[in-house]
């Protein structure tokens, strides 16, 4: 007996200089979806040739932020339904199998947006603690569906609409290494406290301390992120590091 069909799904990924890794990326893509959209933003190296080889269609588009590159390579979507992910992140063949099974169930209708959880690997190791082992995100949703204009960890707009979770864990290396997860910080702490400060918010003096050390009870010891071992303690202290940076950005606007 041959298996239902599977409904068709767009896979988009928005990329600059990922020849290293979105080929990964686009081939987890490729095993559960119809078609699959690369928005490059002006890669200097192979990222637009191996994303090809891999089976990617690719679209230019200079940087619009990270909301509006996501929502442009939404936009390319001809399918009902988009599943996103970021060129560092990708399925395992578990998650594969499950998501194939699920796209052949006829479930899909039963929500407008479904999160998937993701698992964070840092310095080679897979952290299981601390929130980052199973971070609940919408990658499956309805094509019509856009992220609100946030300058940095910007969010889909799910106002009024359903949402459910499915079960099926993918995978997240966000640096190849430590220099890099410090660049990356810094840059999302000025993306943040610029974005905080267009809408007219401010930071106290306290909040440079208060917020870092209830991001270190919360995520380190009572999440266990310290089970994680050194990758662990140095994954959260520089997020620690990362949260005092972005209030005081913040503090530094307000005066």
């Not at 987890?28 to 990222?47: E, K, M, P, Q, W």
């Not at 996103?84 to 006829?106: H, N, V």
């Not at 089970?227 to 990362?242: I, Q």
């Amino acid at each position: 007996m041959s298996n239902p069909p599977r409904i068709a799904v767009t896979g988009v990924v928005i990329a600059l200089n990922e020849a290293d890794r979105i080929a990964r990326c686009v081939a987890a893509l490729n095993a559960v979806c119809t078609r699959v959209v690369v928005l490059d933003s002006g890669s200097g190296d192979d990222t637009v040739a191996v994303a090809r080889a891999a089976g990617a269609e690719v679209v230019h588009q200079d940087w619009l932020g990270f909301a509006g590159q996501k929502n442009a390579a939404i936009a390319q979507a001809q399918t009902d339904w988009v599943l996103l992910l970021d060129a560092d992140e990708w399925l395992q063949s578990d998650a594969i199998t499950q998501l194939d099974a699920f796209l052949r169930s006829g479930r899909i209708d039963s929500a407008d947006a479904w999160e998937l959880p993701r698992r964070t690997i840092f310095l080679g190791r897979p952290l299981q603690h601390g929130g980052w082992g199973r971070e609940w995100l919408p990658r499956l949703f309805r094509a019509g569906i856009r992220y609100r204009p946030d300058t940095v960890h910007e969010r889909l707009d799910l106002d009024g609409k359903r949402v459910s979770r499915l079960d099926a864990r993918f995978e997240h290396t966000p640096v190849r290494d430590l220099d890099e997860h410090y660049r990356k910080l810094a840059r999302y702490a000025a993306l943040w406290a610029e974005g905080r400060a267009a809408l007219g918010k401010r930071a106290g003096f306290l909040d440079l301390y208060t917020h870092p050390v209830f991001y270190l009870l919360k995520n380190y010891l009572l999440r266990g992120g310290f089970l994680d071992g050194r990758e662990g303690a140095v994954f959260h202290l520089a997020y620690a590091g990362y949260t005092h940076s972005k209030y005081a950005r913040l503090w530094a606007k307000s005066r």
